[in-house]
């Protein structure tokens, strides 16, 4: 078959915190891809059972309480970083476990369109790092997809309703809640050009949070009832997250919800439970302050975008977590505008990645939707810069481009030696906000040599920054005066494991996958006798409590504390300098606790870290 007329197909994919979905263009129209059970949403979550099957989806989530340390959840907020986690005694990278929910979606692709080679557009969310965007795009490889285009997911919403909405000109606001991540978007559509105006969000903000502030509610009642605080029991704490999402979800359409669980943990070897009435109220005091920040983001991006809230004239609600009630009801008295109520918050990014697909394909050529994105953060490099104590210092934010700039985007800026004489120069690349690096994100670096010794003036250096539509940046540097250049694409090389490892990781990912039990052993029902208990149950073959506390207290403490850190070190950026130096003193301490094997000392550190985040009002 000649090159010109290969085709493959192209499909979207909202790769979410708690579901996915994958969607094609079918007759002109976003559809989602069901699965061979007709299920719309594949729920994110990854067990390794004790036959050493991979289980994606619903059957996985079921098992989250029963089997906590065979499967896991919410793996996007640990995309791009470096900590494996380990399922059934082994160890995953983040890429690795979000590429067997991405292989699970390709099965229903491969169900409408039959074997073969097909590509994908994946959405992540607007403030996603080059990290956790890298990390997506490799996740989908590993997964067998062809990944040319990352697209963000306000963008992706945005698109879904901009096809629908092709006639008339007019401003909306994207207003993306989800599982683990918010994202905010202010777009404008006219003569059927949809234009991201200005982006922001949070990362690490989410559904997830609010289950979690529900978790430390029901655990403080344990506590006070019986001196046991369940979230130390890896089943206990287990039970009490999947009932907090529960009741989240019935608090969107009740009232009120009772809680009754007649196990949660054990003390003295006897089963303790859990009866509680949650009400909303009382479930808006313990997430207000979150949403609060969501509102706090908003203003912020009306105001970077140029625009007042009567410039709004069309309010999307995206995301799981915007069916809470007060979600809208905040939206609504913040903009003075009522949400639209025809936006399926669960499918619009899929459906919005099926758009982009459209496009890039051609499928919908026609239909005269163009769109354009923004960049999410400025970037630049690391310069000698004047402070009020020094005159000159090094660690200066230099941006070349500056957030929000429309993208694809080039921009040139020029720099000079620091020395007389110098020959070579070290070009640092950040992301970030802060005028100093050390608050911003590095995101690798490269040396330019060769530049004429001169002695008596300083020498120019043209730095260059391209950015393109996938979040994939180029960065040059020439010596304006002699013509040296050097340049390096970060995405595709700065931090990248070797083709080897991906291949390695792709053959031992795809032998999980096909691995096939052998139905005819007649151990089988004796192996599963222990993970067919509830959480906690009493064995009676042998009387003792069956819990992995001991074994796993360690590794929860640990993550936890990664979590802690994470947020105390983007909170640096927001602090006065004598502020700064108590919370990074704090952070010294937690972060060594962490390199540790002593968990005591670990939870002392977490302890006085949170303290003075407390004390700081973060």
């Known amino acids: 078959m000649s090159e010109e007329n290969f085709w493959r197909p192209i499909v979207g994919i909202d790769l979410g915190t708690t579901n996915s979905?994958?969607?094609?263009?079918?007759?002109?129209?976003?559809?989602?891809?069901?699965?061979?059970?007709?299920?719309?949403?594949?729920?994110?979550?990854?067990?390794?059972?004790?036959?050493?099957?991979?289980?994606?989806?619903?059957?996985?989530?079921?098992?989250?309480?029963?089997?906590p340390d065979r499967s896991i959840a919410a793996v996007k907020r640990k995309m791009g970083s470096?900590?494996?986690?380990?399922?059934?005694?082994?160890?995953?990278?983040?890429?690795?476990?979000?590429?067997?929910?991405?292989?699970?979606?390709?099965?229903?692709?491969?169900?409408?369109?039959?074997?073969?080679?097909?590509?994908?557009?994946?959405?992540?969310?607007?403030?996603?790092?080059?990290?956790?965007?890298?990390?997506?795009?490799?996740?989908?490889?590993?997964?067998?997809?062809?990944?040319?285009?990352?697209?963000?997911e306000p963008t992706a919403a945005a698109l879904s309703f901009g096809l629908e909405n092709l006639q008339g000109d007019r401003t909306f606001l994207v207003y993306d809640l989800g599982g683990g991540t918010f994202d905010v978007s202010v777009v404008e559509m006219f003569s059927g050009v949809l234009e991201v105006k200005a982006s922001t969000g949070d990362r690490m903000l989410g559904g997830e949070d609010f289950d979690w502030r529900l978790v430390d509610w029901f655990a403080e009642k344990m506590i006070s009832q019986y001196g046991v605080d369940p979230r130390e029991d890896i089943r206990g704490k287990a039970?009490?997250?999947?009932?907090?999402?529960?009741?989240?979800?019935?608090?969107?359409?009740?009232?009120s919800v009772s809680v009754m669980l007649p196990l949660v943990t054990v003390k003295d070897n006897r089963p303790i439970g859990l009866t509680a009435e949650v009400s909303r109220e009382q479930f808006i005091s313990l997430i207000e302050d979150l949403i609060v920040q969501t509102l706090e983001r908003v203003t912020g991006v009306l105001?970077?975008?140029?625009?007042?809230?009567?410039?709004?004239?069309?309010?999307?609600?995206?995301?799981?977590?915007?069916?809470?009630p007060y979600v809208r009801e905040a939206i609504r008295s913040l903009l003075g505008k009522e949400p639209r109520s025809d936006v399926n918050p669960d499918e619009a990014v899929a459906l919005g990645a099926a758009v982009q697909a459209g496009l890039k394909s051609g499928l919908l050529s026609e239909s005269g939707l163009i769109a354009t994105d923004v960049a999410p953060f400025s970037m630049g490099i690391a310069v000698l810069k004047e402070s009020v104590s020094v005159r000159a210092r090094p660690g200066g934010f230099a941006p070349v481009i500056t957030r929000n700039t429309t993208i694809p985007v080039t921009r040139s800026q020029t720099f000079y030696t620091s020395a007389p004489?110098?020959?070579?120069?070290?070009?640092?690349?950040?992301?970030?906000?802060?005028?100093?690096?050390?608050?911003?994100?590095?995101?690798?670096?490269?040396?330019?040599?060769?530049?004429?010794?001169?002695?008596?003036?300083?020498?120019?250096?043209?730095?260059?920054?391209?950015?393109n539509l996938n979040g994939i940046l180029e960065v040059a540097a020439e010596s304006v005066s002699s013509g040296k250049q050097m340049s390096v694409t970060v995405?595709?090389?700065?931090?990248?494991?070797?083709r080897e490892v991906f291949e390695e990781s792709a053959r031992r990912?795809?032998?999980?996958?096909?691995?096939?039990?052998?139905?005819?052993?007649?151990?089988?029902?004796?192996?599963?006798?222990?993970?067919?208990?509830?959480?906690?149950?009493?064995d009676e073959d042998d009387g003792e409590w069956d819990s992995e506390e001991d074994d796993l207290t360690p590794t929860l403490a640990h993550e936890d504390g990664r979590i802690l850190a994470q947020r105390g070190h983007n909170a640096l950026a927001v602090l006065k300098d004598t502020e700064q130096k108590k919370l990074s003193q704090a952070l010294l301490a937690l972060d060594e606790a962490l390199q540790g094997e002593d968990v005591e000392a670990l939870e002392r550190a977490m302890e006085a870290t949170t303290d003075l985040l407390i004390e700081l009002e973060l």
Do not use: C
Request: glycine residues 8%.
């Open 21 to 67: 979905a994958i969607s094609y263009i079918r007759n002109g129209k976003p559809e989602i891809i069901p699965s061979a059970k007709g299920e719309l949403l594949l729920p994110s979550v990854v067990l390794i059972d004790p036959l050493g099957n991979i289980v994606v989806g619903k059957d996985a989530k079921d098992a989250l309480v029963a089997m």
């Open 82 to 152: 470096l900590d494996n986690i380990t399922i059934a005694g082994e160890s995953f990278s983040p890429q690795e476990i979000s590429a067997l929910i991405l292989k699970e979606l390709k099965q229903q692709a491969d169900q409408m369109y039959g074997e073969g080679e097909k590509e994908a557009v994946i959405t992540v969310p607007a403030y996603f790092t080059d990290e956790q965007r890298r990390a997506t795009k490799e996740a989908g490889e590993l997964a067998g997809f062809v990944v040319e285009r990352i697209i963000n």
């Open 239 to 255: 039970a009490l997250k999947e009932e907090a999402e529960r009741v989240k979800i019935v608090l969107s359409s009740e009232t």
């Open 303 to 324: 105001q970077e975008a140029g625009v007042t809230a009567n410039a709004i004239d069309e309010v999307l609600l995206v995301g799981g977590s915007t069916r809470i």
């Open 421 to 467: 004489g110098q020959t070579a120069v070290s070009i640092e690349i950040y992301q970030g906000e802060h005028e100093w690096v050390k608050h911003n994100h590095f995101l690798g670096e490269f040396m330019l040599d060769g530049i004429p010794e001169n002695w008596e003036n300083y020498e120019g250096i043209k730095v260059t920054f391209r950015y």
């Open 491 to 498: 995405q595709d090389a700065l931090n990248r494991d070797s």
């Open 509 to 538: 990912l795809q032998k999980l996958w096909e691995a096939v039990p052998d139905e005819t052993d007649a151990d089988e029902d004796e192996d599963l006798d222990d993970w067919d208990l509830p959480p906690g149950e009493l």
